[in-house]
């Protein structure tokens, strides 16, 4: 290509006449997001996206009674759900192939190129934590990600307002400290996603809308109180919490204090129903570390840190659990979480002792199935069904016997027997903590310790998410998109009349001081709407939030003269201050109106 044609290209100008398709850098896109491992991928075993999205809507009326099979079942006896796949005649008879052909399609079947039935080929990595990510959860949508960390911040990203694919970084449109220096422990979206709980180090439970503005902030206890029942709210750190799938304005919260308090968003003085925890150890208290409802909303399951894991049933009175498990995990472990099933039988606990199990509260007292040890390092591990219940998605930590340099994987298991079905390695000294699998737009997020999210998504089984961000591709340069002063020297002409005058670049002045109002341009901090620093005031006494329940002000919603005339007839009555001279005090006599007298005589 000669010079003239290199420059005309680079100016977007047409190198030829005649109509021009446009070109789509997606696919490109998609190559650069692919990962280095997903050409070891199995046999194409997975489903549409269309399938998957009726099969979880059909699980989610009906409840999974018999686990949808996306893949070719092994055992003819079992009558498979949905349409069957097509049969190898259909496509000899349809294309009318030889014998020798067969043989070639079923080696390509086969080989490498197939699809992988997991959402795991490529990837989105999200990198603005400083520290380990130890909470993470999408909307109900699948469009936005909230994320907490130990660095004390949490973030709202927006798969829509990010880019990727044109050579942006993405980053959060959001960043903020729920609790000024505790860590997050536990985020989790309401059913509908209007609305997000955030869980720090404190004792108090924050409630914040879908920008990430704080609603309200929950009652703390008073912590010179024996009986748990008696305090307003906790008062000990809280572990995590769960919303009622459905009642939209409840929602429970577990702590250290040995409790599970359920409350409602519309009272944040005082929570609904105390579920106080008592352990056969000495001193009869144990920490709470994880809590859950069940999808129908009948039933409580806790998880303890003397390794019990006990059930409630919401119609009860919670004097007593209605089922314990005992040694469910080692004891003085804390349990990063359980999550029920949809079949509302099934439960599924992730323990720092570095076991998966699964357990069925018909036959409580022990385990259905145990996996094979998994290295954890951080109590805020966890486990999640996938969309269809077949596999058990969670992640393990890098290898400390390796030199500290070993690699985190995130595991997925199977669900019959928990045994191992895939693994994918990330960074070396990378931990997997926090795994996410949305069920509407089939992708997974994992929140690791370098404080990176790793989105994993399927070009072709995955629906949006991940993928909005590959979708804009980068704009080629025009002779548009140069600057002015480039291509053309302004001239400055200050007397010339207002028509004649140059408006193509403005004075610097005006332009300075716009920008200095800008506060993304200036990176001015964004100043606090609500609690502490809000009015100049900083920090606050471990007291103040008891002081102002035990403490309430009224008298700026009464009126003066009625609080005054209250007092009339019992200083009468009772003089206190005039008692003294009440007997020696003169009569008093006021003048007649003469005037008054006039008139009547008229």
């Not at 603005?128 to 993470?136: G, M, Q, Y």
């Not at 805020?380 to 219940?389: L, Q, V």
């Not at 009772?574 to 003048?591: C, L, M, R, S």
Request: with cysteine; aromatic share 8%; hydrophobic share 30%.
């Amino acid at each position: 290509m000669s010079d003239d044609a290199a420059l005309w290209a680079a100016m977007g100008m047409p190198m030829s006449f005649g109509k021009q398709t446009k070109k789509k850098a997606v696919s490109t896109n998609f190559d650069k997001m692919k990962r280095a491992d997903a050409g070891a991928a199995g046999p194409s075993t997975e489903p549409p996206v269309e399938e998957m999205a009726v099969h979880a809507l059909e699980t989610r009326t009906k409840g999974p009674s018999k686990p949808h099979n996306f893949a070719p079942s092994q055992n003819d006896d079992e009558p498979d759900v949905g349409p069957p796949p097509p049969r190898q005649g259909d496509y000899e008879s349809r294309s009318g192939s030889s014998d020798d052909d067969d043989d070639e399609d079923d080696d390509e079947e086969d080989g490498p190129s197939s699809k992988d039935m997991f959402p795991i080929s490529h990837e989105v990595v999200l990198k603005d934590h400083t520290k380990v990510v130890s909470a993470l959860t999408l909307d109900p949508s699948g469009a936005r990600v909230l994320s907490g960390s130990h660095d004390y911040d949490c973030k709202l990203w927006d798969f829509g307002g990010m880019g990727a694919g044109n050579g942006v970084e993405p980053k959060p449109f959001r960043t903020w400290e729920p609790a000024e220096t505790y860590y997050v422990h536990d985020v989790k979206y309401s059913p509908h996603g209007d609305r997000f709980l955030v869980i720090s180090g404190t004792t108090q439970a924050k409630l914040f809308d879908k920008d990430g503005e704080e609603l309200a902030t929950f009652m703390k206890g008073d912590m010179y109180l024996r009986d748990m029942k008696l305090t307003s709210g906790h008062v000990g750190e809280l572990t995590g919490c769960a919303w009622h799938p459905k009642e939209e304005n409840t929602f429970i919260t577990s702590s250290n204090d040995s409790t599970i308090r359920i409350w409602d968003t519309e009272d944040k003085r005082k929570q609904k129903t105390v579920i106080v925890v008592k352990s056969k150890e000495r001193g009869a208290r144990t920490k709470v570390t994880s809590c859950a409802f069940s999808p129908d909303g009948k039933i409580i399951v806790g998880a303890c840190l003397d390794g019990t894991l006990n059930l409630w049933s919401t119609s009860s009175n919670f004097v007593r659990p209605s089922q314990t498990a005992e040694n469910a995990h080692q004891k003085n472990t804390e349990t990063g979480s359980v999550a029920f099933s949809l079949d509302n039988r099934t439960i599924l606990t992730r323990g720092n002792d570095e076991y998966t199990k699964l357990w069925d509260i018909r036959a409580f007292r022990k385990p259905i199935y145990t996996s094979p040890k998994l290295t954890t390092l951080y109590p805020e591990t966890n486990a999640a069904f996938s969309p269809d219940e077949k596999f058990i998605v969670t992640g393990t930590a890098a290898n400390r016997t390796e030199g500290g340099r070993g690699r985190g994987t995130l595991t997925l298991l199977h669900r019959e027997g928990l045994e191992i079905e895939r693994q994918v390695q990330f960074d070396e000294g990378e931990s997997v903590v926090k795994v996410f699998w949305h069920s509407r737009i089939n992708q997974i997020a994992c929140g690791t310790s370098t404080g990176a999210i790793r989105v994993l998504y399927s070009p072709q089984t995955s629906l949006n998410g991940a993928k909005l961000l590959l979708n804009k591709s980068k704009k080629k340069a025009t002779i548009e998109s140069y600057a002015a002063s480039l291509l053309q020297a302004p001239i400055i002409t200050p007397h010339a009349l207002p028509m004649f005058r140059d408006d193509g670049e403005r004075g610097t002045k005006r332009k300075r001081d716009k920008d200095r109002n800008d506060p993304r341009k200036t990176r001015k901090p964004m100043p606090p709407v609500t609690g502490p620093g809000k009015g100049g005031r900083v920090g606050a006494s471990a007291t103040q939030h008891v002081v102002q329940a035990l403490v309430r002000d009224s008298t700026r919603d009464e009126d003066p003269r009625e609080a005054l005339l209250k007092y009339a007839a019992v200083s009468e009555k009772d003089p206190k201050f005039t008692a003294a001279w009440k007997a020696t005090q003169p009569k008093p006599v006021f003048q007649q109106d003469f005037n008054d007298e006039e008139e009547e005589e008229k």
